[in-house]
């Protein structure tokens, strides 16, 4: 019979600083607070393998320990991650901007890059007027189901959009466009016209619009977006309140730009002329 703590070979042979990211990538927006045997049963690590790094990331301030037993993600890994130069400088850039965008339309307003194959949101400005929306600054996604992220998808590379769909197309509401040629039509429409509109097709009752923004390569950055109630009278006054705002930022970074530098986090495309 194995030992309760016996794992694969594989999880054994991994190096220090790998068990440490996966400990730490085992939190989630949606499981911010996880117990040791969460944290074994997600890393595949042993358990008394976890309690010790646990509690040297707990002595070093990267987690929290609550007196129940609960850990959570510390403010030393907050402090170091604001010190990352590409979406810091995007963020910085981009706020005012997101800020005037909001107080003109009164509704939530999305800053989003491409992290591996999902949406990234590096900022999001509100208020009481906004639509209800479940995402969140540091949360994810899906490319296909989400205004930004059919920007994003549709300056991507052709192989990375294959991959995607690859991968399958999850129906998040009836509207939910799953059906990929569908989706590479649509994509190729956002791309000649430079706006993506995304109906009920993440969540009901909300519609979401973004535009691209450029760095000073003419590569495609990040995607801003506002996110409406599905129906809303003032659609005519959002779309071009964003398309200003999006170029505005494209133009602050194509001052900021430094070549050397990769700005946005995902895919760095050329932007079609």
């Known amino acids: 019979m194995a030992e309760p703590d016996a794992v694969p070979a594989s999880a054994v042979s991994r190096s220090v600083s790998s068990r440490v990211f996966a400990l730490l990538d085992a939190f989630t927006p949606q499981r911010p607070a996880l117990r040791l045997v969460d944290l074994r049963d997600r890393t595949g690590l042993p358990v008394s393998t976890v309690h010790r790094l646990a509690s040297e990331l707990v002595e070093l301030g990267a987690l929290t320990r609550d007196t129940d037993g609960v850990y959570r993600i510390g403010l030393r890994i907050w402090e170091l991650g604001s010190l990352c130069p590409q979406p810091r400088t995007l963020r910085d850039v981009s706020l005012p901007y997101m800020q005037d965008l909001y107080e003109a339309t009164g509704e939530n307003v999305h800053l989003a890059v491409l992290d591996g194959g999902e949406v990234l949101y590096l900022e999001r400005v509100w208020g009481r007027r906004s639509v209800e929306v479940v995402t969140h600054v540091g949360g994810r996604s899906p490319l296909h189901a989400t205004g930004v992220g059919k920007m994003l998808l549709s300056h991507a590379p052709r192989n990375f959009q294959e991959q995607v ?94 070549p050397e530098v990769t700005i946005a986090r995902g895919t760095r495309t050329p932007a079609m002329q």
């Open 165 to 258: 769909l690859a991968a399958g197309l999850k129906r998040y509401t009836p509207h939910t466009v799953v059906m990929p040629g569908l989706l590479m039509r649509s994509l190729q429409s956002v791309r000649e016209t430079g706006i993506a509109r995304c109906v009920e097709e993440l969540s009901l009752g909300t519609m979401s619009i973004a535009a691209p923004i450029f760095d000073g390569d003419r590569c495609l950055a990040a995607a801003l977006s506002v996110v409406l109630h599905t129906g809303a009278k003032k659609l005519a006054t959002v779309e071009p309140a964003l398309k200003m705002a999006a170029m505005s930022i494209s133009r602050e970074l194509a001052r900021a730009y430094d």
